[in-house]
């Protein structure tokens, strides 16, 4: 029988955990291919997808890539673990002039032969059969792996497919992203994700200032990005009357800095509504004015009760571009609508801005009223890919 065996890693590190984090890996497996039909089983170390249409099997391998916590995949037949039923596959396989390896693995060791011997066997069979192949232990052009489970069963493939790797979606509670146009906000999202969160995002933009195209932009990248991050709750909120407020009283400079400050606060807010656990940004340290140690420091010191994450902090955007192309967010980040930070961009913004002008520069302000405003405007479209 043609089936996938699925393996996961970081598991097996997570102690009491483990309950948990299987049984949320097993829900999201079975979510992911909801609307398939397929039986999903499991011996100690594997799970087995069988059962499926097998003209879906490509689609069903794409989805199951994209699932946190699976580590790596194949296609594989699944036999009764006897010798007779191994070898009657071995029997059959063609490699022509390939270099091949047999590569057996035994959890379960009642299994009557050694994996060395067992090995050393199935490969005379494939030599039988394909003169012209040829033993390579270093670097097979085909391994031909014999995986023999505590089930009963032995799965037999040549191809292991890398998966995402990370902790199931879920297992980290729920964050939320600020999610601008760019490009490196969408690969921060994806990136927090693999470490077991899920989001909300939160988009400011600066209509009339800004397009509804920049809008449909932000809405089709949370929905590129919520494959991997699962169903997102956009909130949209217009920051047009701060912009404007921050332009006609407060220091050009400092701009960005204030912006910074009060897109700090609405999420804080936001968190609190919705019970969110942290803000996430696509900050990466150096990359522009506003991302600098000093920078950071001033824009986090308004968040009072959560943690700000910023997977994206020590890559370069070479790496983060890599990415955004990975995960199909690339194409969409550099459609060339302006983004609300882009609106009233200062000439020469503060690279080291100082806490204490800061809160000089507010107090030419009334900063709750602002925020109070913001989140009275707040829309939230529902990003659910299903
Ligand atoms: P990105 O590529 O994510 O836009 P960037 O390199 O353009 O990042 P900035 O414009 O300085 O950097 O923004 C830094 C971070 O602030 C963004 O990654 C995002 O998390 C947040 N941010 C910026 N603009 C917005 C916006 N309009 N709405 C929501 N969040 C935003
Ligand atoms: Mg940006």
Redesign the pocket.
Known sequence: MRVILLRFGELYLKGHNRNIFENTLINNIKKKLAGEKFSFSKTYGRYIVSGYDEKNEDKILECLQQVFGLYSLSRAIEVEATVEAIENIADEIVIGDSSFKVYVKRADKKFPISSMEFAKELGGIILDNNPNARVDLYKPEVEFNVDIRLNGKAYIYTETIKCQGGLPLGTGGRGL????????????GYLISKRGIEID??????HPYTSELAKEK?ISLAKEISPYTGDINLHI?S?TKVQECLHMNCSEQYM?TLM?RI?MRV?EKICEKYSLGAI?????LG??A??TMQSMTVTGEVVKKLPIFRP?IALDKED?IKIANEIGTYNT?ILPYE????VFLPKNPVIKPTLERCLREENKINVEALVEECLLGEEIIKINLK
């Open positions: 992203l600020l999610l601008s146009g760019g490009i490196d906000s969408p690969v921060a995002a939160l988009h400011f933009h600066s932000v909120v920051f960005i910074r897109m999420a996430i940004t696509g900050e990466s990359q522009v506003s991302q994206c983060i980040s983004d609300c930070c882009t």
